[in-house]
C-alpha cells in the first residue's frame, strides 16, 4: 500500500507540477506581454518627451520673434513721435518765417514810398538849387 501511495502522491506531484508548468507558461506570457507594453510606453514617452522639447523650442522662437517685434513697435511709436516733433518745430519755423517774411513786405512798401517820397523831394530839391544858382549867377 505504500508504494500504491508513493505512486498516487508522485500522480499528484506530477499533475501539479504540469499545472505549475501552465501556470508558469501562462505567467511567462503575461511577463512578455507586459514587457512589450512597457517597451511601448517608453517609447511612446520618449516620443512625448521630443514632441514637449520641440514644442518649447518653438515656444522659444514665437516669443523671440515677438520680442523683436514689441521692440521694432516701439522703435516706430519713438520715430513717429520724433517725426511729429519736427513736424510742429518746421511749422513753427514756417510761421516765424511767414511772419518774418511779411515785415520784410510792409518794409519793402514802406522803404519804396519813402523812396518815391525822397525823388519828389529830390526833384524839389533840384529845382531849388538850380533857382539859387541861377539868381547866384
Do not use: C, P, Y
Not at 508522485?10 to 504540469?18: A, K
Not at 511577463?31 to 518653438?58: K, P, Y
Not at 510742429?88 to 518815391?116: F, G, K
Request: charged share 30%; glycine share 4%.
Amino acid at each position: 500500500m505504500r508504494a500504491g501511495s508513493s505512486r498516487t502522491e508522485l500522480d499528484r506531484t506530477h499533475i501539479r507540477f504540469q499545472e505549475l508548468s501552465a501556470e508558469e507558461a501562462t505567467n511567462r506570457a503575461v511577463l512578455d506581454s507586459a514587457a512589450a507594453d512597457v517597451q511601448l510606453a517608453e517609447e511612446q514617452h520618449r516620443f512625448e518627451q521630443e514632441q514637449a522639447a520641440e514644442a518649447g523650442q518653438q515656444l522659444l522662437s514665437l516669443e523671440q520673434q515677438q520680442e523683436q517685434r514689441r521692440r521694432s513697435v516701439f522703435e516706430s511709436m519713438s520715430a513717429v513721435t520724433k517725426v511729429r516733433g519736427e513736424i510742429a518745430q518746421t511749422e513753427d519755423h514756417l510761421v516765424a518765417l511767414a511772419a518774418q517774411s511779411s515785415r520784410l513786405a510792409s518794409d519793402a512798401e514802406a522803404t519804396s514810398a519813402e523812396v518815391e517820397a525822397l525823388g519828389g523831394r529830390r526833384g524839389q530839391v533840384t529845382m531849388e538849387f538850380e533857382s539859387i544858382n541861377d539868381s547866384v549867377s
